[in-house]
């Protein structure tokens, strides 16, 4: 991204929130690159940033274990593996093992599942592999401790075989000479030590020369004489040949390992870069979750829609604090491109511009910002800022003049992939003429279909905002009764500046006060009444409006909770009507059942009785009965009682009752051959040849 001023990094506290990133990192790798962390414009480098910090967030959330361990600095150690003759020592060769075993522990924490659940994280390793066998050819030579192993080589093991019996020799006679120099009261009290690798005996001064061997030097108080004696200086000569003999075998199995190992130097280097990216990404999270850093929408295009975007340092500060921050929403696009700020002075306008400029900042450097995921952010390739006073002394420039040098600067390099912070366009200078180059600035840059936000008290320019296409006024919200800025920004109305509100509440003696509007030119100070008068009714609005939406939350609530006792009843009623389905058939299977066995019966007396008339006669009376036994339920019964059948056709609103399970309802309308009849809360769709015409029996009053 194209920067202007060079400042501007630190103008929009970008540096500070490197220094945060860095605090998170571990590794040198993930440090530097917090130093040095660069803004780009390639949507698709930009998107696999976000998506990775974002994966690894969601690890984090989630308290799963992630094993990247390793952050020791051993990029020296790997370059030796590319020149030829090089050799690593066993303590160098420690951390080479624990970097591959850390890789190896990474490849398998992405199993398949992982691998789709976290793709971004896997294209970190997509382009190495783990190689096991460095471990292998390691371990065959190091133990845990990076020593070289005994049996590394045939003359090794032969070597420290022979040293370790000359040695035994060599403490054996160094026993027997001590205890004869303390029998005869030579030796001194530390017995015996080194000089120069070589094992002798501490005798006092005074009896060295009755001691024979090799002197090897006195102490500092010339009371104690180093000697190596005679008995032992073949032994030692032989245990300092086969010391060098070690170190020099040694040497050359490492320096054989470094070569066996230098192919793999460039993996090892990937080794190295791969922990220090997840690092890095492990840094992104981390800072994520401090400031509640979110993934939102990323387009390939100027764009601006932020939904409640904090500024990341105040919110980190207000946090740590306990205050709350207020955050700002807001949209730019292709009709409105350049928003106008206008308010009282501490209100926050700098704080809102700061907020969109670092925000965009970070985004682009692929970092998690503090804004509702519902949130959609562009991508710019210029980002231009003028912040405060920029006096420049070194080439005698006014305050202003250096404004337009910056202003110059803006409406020559300005286009469509622009984003620009102005605070205070055209102060400096008479408010008249200030204002109209002010104006001549904005039509430019908008001309120039550039996006940015302007803050200024300039009267013309909030008039000029509201009826210029492109252009629209905004204004952060002040509680003129209290005295105090609410830090909240409002698109699409100018804010005034609450000269005289101020001055009133402060206890400015009024006839000053009265004298100065005087002077103000009538219409002006009208405009700047109806803007404070304007504003304070938004207010009003706006805490209607949140409690207008409780009330609908509230009656959403309600209506809910009213839908689940509706639908708990329609289930009681449709359990309670096929209980009374299954009394009716239950009924009618026992009167099956009974006939059936009637029938039974009657055959095996067709077959037995010799008068088959008589048998005949208990056939029809059982079939053709003209008071048939009817078998009638407990319910029949009461509807029977209630209700009296009625001789007439049916229409809507007719009281019926169904013949299969004898409910009574109202018919609500009919469809051709069937009609819909409501019982209790429950429609129900009946054949019409299913339906007998009712009216309600009234009870009888008994008298007394």
């Not at 180059?437 to 909030?462: D, P």
């Not at 004298?515 to 009003?540: C, G, I, M, P, Y």
């Not at 639908?567 to 009716?584: A, S």
């Amino acid at each position: 991204m194209r920067l202007y001023p060079e400042s501007a990094l630190s103008q929009l506290e970008f540096d500070k929130v490197k220094a945060l990133l860095r605090e998170h990192a571990k590794t040198e790798y993930a440090k530097s690159k917090a130093e040095q962390l660069r803004i780009h414009t390639k949507k698709e480098y930009i998107e696999l940033e976000l998506q990775q910090s974002n994966e690894y967030k969601l690890i984090l959330q989630l308290g799963q274990y992630f094993p990247n361990d390793f952050n020791l600095n051993i990029s020296r150690d790997i370059k030796l593996l590319s020149i030829p003759g090089a050799m690593l020592t066993g303590e160098q060769w420690m951390p080479v093992r624990k970097l591959t075993e850390n890789m190896g522990s990474i490849f398998r924490w992405f199993d398949a599942e992982r691998r789709t659940s976290f793709p971004a994280l896997t294209q970190v390793i997509a382009g190495t592999y783990y190689e096991k066998a460095i471990i292998e050819m390691i371990d065959e030579i190091l133990d845990e401790n990076g020593n070289v192993k005994d049996n590394a080589s045939e003359d090794l093991q032969r070597i420290r075989m022979n040293l370790f019996r000359k040695r035994n020799e060599l403490r054996r006679m160094f026993e027997k000479v001590i205890a004869k120099l303390a029998k005869a009261g030579y030796s001194a009290d530390i017995d015996e030590s080194f000089s120069n690798g070589r094992r002798v005996v501490a005798v006092f001064s005074e009896h060295k020369r009755q001691v024979k061997g090799i002197l090897h030097g006195e102490s500092d108080s010339r009371k104690t004489a180093f000697i190596e004696p005679e008995e032992t200086i073949e032994l030692n000569n032989a245990v300092f040949a086969l010391e060098h003999d070690e170190i020099r075998e040694v040497q050359k199995i490492l320096r054989g390992l470094t070569a066996k190992l230098s192919v793999y130097g460039p993996l090892l280097q990937q080794y190295l870069e791969t922990t220090g990216e997840y690092d890095f990404i492990n840094a992104k999270a981390k800072l994520a979750l401090d400031m509640n850093g979110q993934l939102p929408e990323l387009a390939d295009k100027a764009h601006v829609h932020l939904i409640d975007a904090y500024h990341p340092l105040l919110f980190l500060y207000n946090k740590a604090s306990g205050k709350k921050t207020i955050p700002v929403t807001l949209t730019l696009d292709d009709k409105n491109r350049i928003l106008v700020i206008s308010g009282p002075n501490a209100g926050g306008k700098t704080v809102t511009m700061k907020t969109i400029g670092l925000n965009q900042m970070m985004l682009q450097a692929g970092l998690l910002v503090p804004v509702h995921p519902d949130s959609q952010m562009g991508i710019f390739k210029q980002l231009f800022i003028h912040i405060g006073d920029t006096q420049n002394l070194e080439f005698e420039l006014s305050t202003y003049s250096s404004h337009l040098l910056h202003m110059k600067y803006f409406i020559e390099s300005a286009n469509g992939k622009t984003l620009f912070f102005i605070d205070e366009l055209g102060s400096g200078s008479d408010p008249n003429l200030g204002g109209a180059f002010a104006e001549v600035i904005m039509e430019e840059l908008s001309r120039r279909h550039s996006f940015g936000i302007v803050t200024t008290h300039y009267l013309n320019l909030k008039v000029m905002a509201n009826h210029t296409q492109g252009i629209i006024n905004g204004a952060m919200q002040f509680d003129e009764v209290n005295l105090l800025p609410m830090y909240k920004l409002v698109v699409g109305k100018p804010g005034s500046s609450y000269t005289f509100a101020i001055a009133e509440r402060i206890g400015l003696p009024q006839h000053l006060i009265k004298k100065a509007r005087k002077l103000v030119d009538d219409d002006h100070f009208k405009l700047d009444r109806l803007l404070n008068s304007t504003e304070q009714d938004l207010q009003q609005l706006d805490k209607e409006k949140k409690e207008l939406a409780r009330l609908v939350k509230e009656n959403e609530k309600l209506k809910k909770e009213m839908q689940t006792v509706l639908d708990r009843e329609r289930h009681r009623q449709q359990v309670e009507l096929l209980k009374h389905q299954n009394k009716v058939a239950e009924d009618r299977l026992v009167y099956l059942k009974d006939m059936e066995r009637k029938l039974k019966q009657i055959v095996l007396d067709w077959k037995k009785a010799e008068n088959k008339n008589e048998v005949v006669k208990n056939l029809q009376n059982l079939l053709f009965k003209q008071k048939e036994t009817i078998v009638v339920n407990k319910l029949a019964k009461k509807v029977d009682q209630k209700y009296k059948e009625l001789n007439k056709h049916i229409e809507v609103g007719s009281l019926v009752k169904l013949k299969k399970n004898y409910q009574v309802g109202e018919v609500k309308e009919i469809r051709g051959k069937r009609a819909i009849v409501q019982v209790g809360v429950l429609p129900m769709n009946v054949d019409l040849a299913d339906l007998i015409p009712v009216e309600k029996v009234e009870e009888k009053v008994t008298e007394k």
